[in-house]
């Protein structure tokens, strides 16, 4: 399966101020997402990250928040904006390698907010 | 939204013992996945069913898709030390969108 690396793999960063986080593919993929796992707790989809396009993103989850790119077919980008401690998670990027494949998944970013 | 209650939620059992665990929904999948994240790590694929009744074994995993295609469980048998680990569930309803809905997680602790 392809290999996925995640940048940075943690962070500490002030209230207030945004990150961005890097998924790059070894190879081309048919479908990029991004999920948040906060403490404890299971995955939950942000949005889909779209070649090209805006990112379609899901109940409770907005662009001004979480502006996602993917400029080609083997890298995405997620910034979380404006940070509060509640933003505290992990956020990880997953592919699908080609159609009706299962998703794989990046090691993630373990973020902190004080 | 879709729900996938995962149960139990936590296990300690013995080293040599066999393990269960299931999911079951609300709505119906088109795919089942079982996924298991170590700490500071990502969640890696360990078994996907793609048909109803479909029943795959990966070494001493073995996972079932429900008849109703609201259900799956996981076993494993004769558990190790490694197999210690969060165990999640998923389900996918095939269509455009392909996004997956995670069961809460199974807590495995295997104890010597």
């Known amino acids: 399966s392809a290999v996925i690396s995640q940048k940075p793999s943690r962070d500490i960063c002030q209230r207030g101020t945004s990150l961005t986080i890097q998924c790059q593919v070894d190879s081309q993929v048919t479908m990029m997402f991004w999920y948040r796992q906060q403490p404890g707790q299971s995955l939950t989809l942000i949005a889909t990250a779209n070649q090209g396009s805006e990112a379609t993103y899901e109940s409770g989850f907005v662009i001004d928040k979480f502006p996602i790119s993917r400029p080609n077919l083997t890298f995405s980008t997620l910034t979380v904006s404006n940070m509060s401690p509640e933003d505290s998670s992990i956020y990880l990027c997953s592919v699908e390698q080609s159609p009706n494949q299962p998703q794989h998944f990046g090691d993630g970013t373990r973020l902190s907010i004080l | 939204g879709q729900q996938l209650n995962q149960s139990p939620q936590s296990m300690f059992i013995q080293e040599g013992e066999d393990v269960s665990m299931n999911c079951t929904s609300s709505?119906?999948?088109?795919?089942w996945l079982w996924y298991k994240q170590d700490p500071g790590e990502g969640p890696v694929l360990l078994i996907a069913?793609?048909?109803?009744?479909e029943l795959t074994s990966n070494g001493r995993l073995t996972a079932q898709f429900g008849i109703t295609r609201k259900d799956s469980f996981l076993n494993i048998s004769a558990s190790i030390p490694s197999d210690v680990g969060i165990y999640f569930c998923a389900g996918l309803f095939s269509g455009s969108a392909r996004q997956l809905t995670f069961g809460s997680g199974t807590q495995l602790t295997v104890l010597p």
């Open positions: 709505s119906i999948f088109n795919t």
């Open positions: 069913l793609y048909k109803a009744g």
